[in-house]
T-cell receptor, first 114, second 113 residues
Framework: GAVVSQHPSWVICKSGTSVKIECRSL??????MFWYRQFPKQSLMLMATSNEGSKATYEQGVEKDKFLINHASLTLSTLTVTSAHPEDSSFYIC??????????FGQGTRLTVV | GDSVTQMEGPVTLSEEAFLTINCTYTATGYPSLFWYVQYPGEGLQLLLK???ADDKGSNKGFEATYRKETTSFHLEKGSVQVSDSAVYFCALALWGGGNKLTFGTGTQLKVEL
């Protein structure tokens, strides 16, 4: 199946700093990318949807100024957690979908803010 | 709104036991249904899917049948293995909704020798 690579797989950062997470579709063009957040023992919560070259659409309750999403090309989307705080610690997962494909998921990024 | 309800876990089984994980859904349209599996420390992997009523998705010995009359998509496997231990997520997508996936809360499966 298609491969979506997410990097880094885990990151520890200090409170107040920013962290960037990359999501790459390696063998198909991702017209749409999704960013999810997963709390321990809970389901995935959709944070935002982005289409290549346009602004991301954020779900209700998600702060767009805190979670910056860039989808500059058909193979790369980034999520930047700005001014991270301990409550932002979570497992973040990206998902990519081509024009005629189902969604494929990255491996996830474990963010710990200390 | 659209939603997916799964049975709560964890589900603990002995190897070679029969597995059923219940999933029901509520959708305003006519969804496609999915089961995803998440192994420890990894992202989600698509396990199987069904796109219309009475379709049966199957993969790696797992099966689920799209039942429109009961709005269900229960996951079954006849004989589980230790390597099946993971968290299983039921999900739906409405193709007119940008293909956003709506997930259930997940069911953890533990298979013991």
């Amino acid at each position: 199946g298609a491969v979506v690579s997410q990097h880094p797989s885990w990151v520890i950062c200090k409170s107040g700093t920013s962290v960037k997470i990359e999501c790459r579709s390696l063998d198909f063009q991702a017209t749409t990318m999704f960013w999810y957040r997963q709390f321990p023992k809970q389901s995935l919560m959709l944070m935002a949807t982005s289409n290549e070259g346009s602004k991301a659409t954020y779900e209700q309750g998600v702060e767009k100024d805190k979670f910056l999403i860039n989808h500059a090309s058909l193979t790369l989307s980034t999520l930047t957690v700005t001014s991270a705080h301990p409550e932002d610690s979570s497992f973040y997962i990206c998902s990519s979908r081509g024009s005629n494909t189902e969604a494929f998921f990255g491996q996830g990024t474990r963010l710990t803010v200390v | 709104g659209d939603s997916v309800t799964q049975m709560e876990g964890p589900v603990t089984l002995s190897e070679e036991a029969f597995l059923t994980i219940n999933c029901t859904y509520t959708a305003t349209g006519y969804p496609s249904l999915f089961w995803y599996v998440q192994y420890p420390g990894e992202g989600l992997q698509l396990l199987l899917k069904a796109t219309k009523a009475d379709d049966k998705g199957s993969n790696k010995g797992f099966e689920a049948t799209y039942r429109k009359e009961t709005t269900s998509f229960h996951l079954e496997k006849g004989s589980v293995q230790v390597s099946d231990s993971a968290v299983y997520f039921c999900a739906l997508a409405l193709w007119g909704g940008g293909n956003k996936l709506t997930f259930g809360t997940g069911t953890q499966l533990k298979v013991e020798l």
